[in-house]
């Protein structure tokens, strides 16, 4: 086990708007839209008469601690149930080393402020989960990013630029990846390369923070479960801070989130969010806790595996149709979303404008990028409209990229190739 | 209206427990233990039944946005119910000036993190909430204490203090202040005074941070609700901050309070909670919106208010019949608190091996002190425990401070003064 210390930072302030957030308000207040912007899991999927039951029993009044302050590092009896669900991902986890967090971004935000100094680098994939990039850039960081092939991160290009910030004087305090069906471009990291990511952590000596929402959502025609077996599953040594969340699973409503990490480490997310929030929600973990209990959680993958695969293919195959010689993505083999190339005149951006009046929205692919690329990406979630509703929506955004294409100068006929 | 941002912060990282937290672990973990320690409500006051019908409805599934990711700033129709709850106390907010936080302790850390500059001086009451002190700590404030008389801050002394820290090159960002029955002392800033407190923020150009989570709880037998009317009721140029919760009237374990501020501040810890928890548990705010809007809120202070004062009596009778000669309080006249003053030669701090051993605990004094007093203060909770607990814990509290007496060298024999 190395040593945590040496990790802690004091943190700064520049806030950082999260580009979804606004996206998701916008959203709210159009009528008859179409959204694939928000990543928000599906509520017909959602165990309505389970959750009532549960809350039902949870509220007869037989147990007053269901509605009362609770311990800050979480539950006990769910923090037992979390070391069994990782235990099934194959990471081994003493209650020491495990907390609840009010989300998983609460998770993102402990561990920015207690690793990240002003002016540390923190290495991040192209493109990322924005939300990430905002905790991360609150806490003063500096982010650099770092290519991403068809499996994942690239490892050669992410010690060239360790190796560029190093010599120019920067601390490297950690890497953050989402190894399963990475938000945004849904892409899995190779098991080979997970476990070269950790002897490369080693060698260089900086942290992995794994955040993993997506990992029980792999789609059965084109991965395997062992296929999303997290880093943090082989860490020895304690590199990894693992995040996870019941957000995807059970419903983001509850927030209920939990980090795995070093004991050291934890005692101090401990302390930190004992300023934070005190505690996260007592009746949501309880709520959380029956849903793992009774088999709910369990009896959910099989379920949500089939909903988001079926969504993943209409949308595919409607993009195919109305899209295939302008469009590329890479194949989502599991999670909530399609990373779309467009032709490289296109700014996802600006197109939003007119995307807005077709009742069609998504995210522009530069909000994921910290080095200002992305504007002819963007991000489709498949996850919340139904099946008709996504081929409506492809329609629409069919149309508004034709329109688009036909507005801009410079077009170019041939289709581009993915960009990760 | 003033100009904010130059209040706007840089925060920094020291992490400081709560010894409230910690003391509710230890509790946790004896057995028959009687605690007067955390502010937790009474769990048989909770309306169960009418949260057993609110959940029932709200998880029909009829409406999944239930379990959905919501708004950062807070579920609409809440913030509504939120603006007539204020207007009730005579505070009017714009929905612009309103939101929700997952709990006030979220509250107390956006303000520090979005206010406080390291270094930065703000002012509290000598002594003031833990929760408060580990917050502004946290953010790298320096705090610095002010005295209290009977009726609340002394405003000469605040104003010394003031001059004080002006003259040493300090800036004074902030005075934080509970003036409805304070966590620890249960003592409620005269109405005079409160008028007083805000000329001279005005005066001074400091913003005041009022944290409001007992307003409600006040005892018919000694106050009035309007000896309760907040600061921010007077508030025409938005100096303050008001921070006010569900905790101690609906119950803790939802997590759900609110922020009542100026737009251009509200704005900003709404851009700070996006990257701190995305947004506070909708299922929460759902039942807290559900618990405004069938009046089970309205229906909860009379019940409280009786609740709270019949336990507050039950704890001064025993007190005075068992501890008379050598304690003193200032009298609880609503809230959670009774703030004991033992003879000085008593280290409350010391003593609580001493009461562990007895199965009884309370908080000892110098958790709420910024300025390493409060040795031979404590603080009592009636909230939690029943009439017949009470009055055992009171009985168990007296042989231990007889016991703590007698083999403390140095025993002086006249009682003293209760030392706010």
């Not at 037989?62 to 979390?82: A, F, I, M, N």
Request: aromatic share 8%.
């Amino acid at each position: 086990m190395i040593k945590h210390d040496r990790f802690l930072a004091r943190t700064g302030e520049t806030l950082v708007h999260s580009a979804i957030r606004q996206m998701g308000t916008i959203a709210a207040q159009l009528p008859d839209v179409i959204s694939f912007a928000p990543g928000y899991p599906a509520p017909e999927t959602f165990p309505w008469a389970e959750y009532r039951d549960i809350a039902a029993e949870l509220l007869s009044g037989r147990d007053g601690s269901v509605l009362q302050y609770g311990p800050t590092r979480g539950y006990g009896p769910l923090l037992e149930s979390l070391q069994a669900l990782l235990a099934g991902r194959g990471v081994t986890a003493g209650l020491d080393e495990l907390m609840v967090s009010t989300g998983s971004q609460q998770g993102l935000t402990l561990v920015a402020r207690l690793l990240i100094d002003p002016g540390d680098v923190i290495l991040v994939e192209l493109p990322t989960y924005t939300g990430a990039i905002a905790a991360f850039r609150n806490a003063q960081a500096t982010l650099v990013g770092v290519q991403q092939e068809e499996d994942g991160i690239d490892i050669a290009h992410l010690d060239e630029v360790y190796l560029q910030q190093v010599a120019g004087g920067r601390r490297v305090k950690f890497l953050y990846v989402v190894p399963n069906f990475q938000n945004p471009t849904g892409l899995l990291i190779g098991l080979d390369k997970r476990r070269r990511l950790l002897e490369w952590a080693e060698r260089r000596d900086v942290l992995i923070v794994e955040d993993d929402p997506y990992g029980d959502l792999y789609f059965e025609d084109s991965a395997r479960p062992e296929d999303t077996r997290p880093i943090k599953a082989d860490d020895d040594e304690g590199r990894v801070v693992y995040l996870s969340s019941f957000s995807k699973t059970l419903a983001p409503a509850f927030r209920v989130a939990w980090i795995a990490a070093p004991a050291a480490l934890v005692s101090k997310f401990d302390t930190a969010k004992q300023s934070a929030d005190l505690c996260t929600s007592n009746l949501d973990q309880r709520i959380a806790y029956e849903a793992c209990r009774r088999g709910v959680l369990e009896r959910q993958w099989p379920r949500l595996r089939r909903h988001y695969q079926h969504k993943r293919t209409v949308m595919t195959r409607a993009l195919s149709r109305a899209l295939g010689d302008l469009v590329s993505w890479p194949h989502p083999r599991g999670g909530f979303f399609l990373w779309a190339s467009l032709p490289p005149e296109i700014d996802t951006e600006r197109m939003l404008a007119r995307a807005t009046e077709q009742r069609i929205i998504y995210v522009a692919g530069r909000a994921f990028f910290v080095d200002g690329r992305g504007a002819h990406l963007m991000r489709l979630s498949f996850s919340l409209p139904t099946a008709e509703r996504i081929e409506q929506g492809v329609a629409r955004l069919a149309n508004v990229i034709r329109a688009e294409l036909a507005a801009t100068p410079g077009r170019r006929s041939a289709p581009v190739e993915a960009d990760l």
